[in-house]
């Protein structure tokens, strides 16, 4: 079982930055790949960015790629989303999800089986 926990969501101005974290129970958390999700109001959860779980690699969606940095910290039990350079496209809530099946790089919520219960950002714009 993993319980995750986001934090670091909030109001920012267009062409500010936010960093997001998620805080992970569980004692075989870096063996896990990690992603994070967003879900805006009235549409489905999109794929955001996820990390192998050593850290090793790293994919972003098209439309964060420069922009968002994922990293991790397996020694705190901890996953990071660096977001730059935000425009009002990006308010959503944040979730971060962990896959524990041992497989490749997933970028839908099919392919991960835990979440936080997310964190919202809003930009203005």
Known sequence: QVHLVESGGGLVQAGGSLRLSCAASGRIFS??????????????????????????RTYYADNVKGRFTISRDNAKNKVYLQMNSLNAED??????AVDSSYSGLGVTPTDYDY?????QVTVSS
């Not at 308010?91 to 971060?96: K, L, N, P």
């Not at 979440?115 to 964190?119: L, P």
């Open 31 to 56: 063996t896990y790949n990690l992603a994070w999700f967003r879900q805006a109001p009235g549409k489905e959860r999109e794929f955001v960015a996820t990390i192998r779980w050593s850290g090793s």
């Open 91 to 96: 308010t959503a809530v944040y979730y971060c």
């Open 115 to 119: 979440w936080g219960q997310g964190t």
